[in-house]
């Protein structure tokens, strides 16, 4: 069965850094572009970051655009997000996500929290 599984998360202070990671499993993971998301208490989850199937290409949000870096290995199938100069905004729920060709062929990991505090 496919298996997204992230880790990394936690407690960090604001300014501080945490280092996000995806570990895929059951699927064909260089085939499939990969996407961070976030929810944020009370909020509608949105786009962080994505990456090409090649590591290529990357986009972000403007929120994060600067501090967040996208990045994958795919002889590992592990994506990561590198956070850093973290925000009290940025305490969330992150989410890693395989986008398939097809409408159907998506999956999702649990989800991690993050939460940035003094």
């Known amino acids: 069965q496919v298996q997204l599984v992230e880790s990394g998360g936690g407690l960090v202070q604001p300014g501080g850094s945490l280092r996000l990671s995806c570990a895929a499993s059951?699927?064909?993971?260089?085939?499939?572009?990969i996407s961070w998301y976030s929810r944020a208490p009370g909020k509608e989850r949105k786009l962080v970051a994505s990456?090409?199937?090649?590591?290529?290409?990357?986009i972000y949000a403007d929120f994060v655009k600067g501090r967040f870096t996208i990045s994958r290995d795919n002889a590992k199938n592990t994506v990561y997000l590198q956070m850093n100069s973290l925000k009290y905004e940025d305490t969330a729920v992150y989410y890693c996500?395989?986008?398939?060709?097809?409408?159907?062929?998506?999956?999702w990991g649990q989800g991690i929290q993050v939460t940035v505090s003094s």
């Open positions: 059951g699927l064909t993971f260089s085939s499939f572009p």
């Open positions: 990456i090409t199937t090649t590591g290529g290409r990357t």
């Open positions: 996500n395989a986008a398939g060709r097809a409408p159907d062929n998506e999956y």
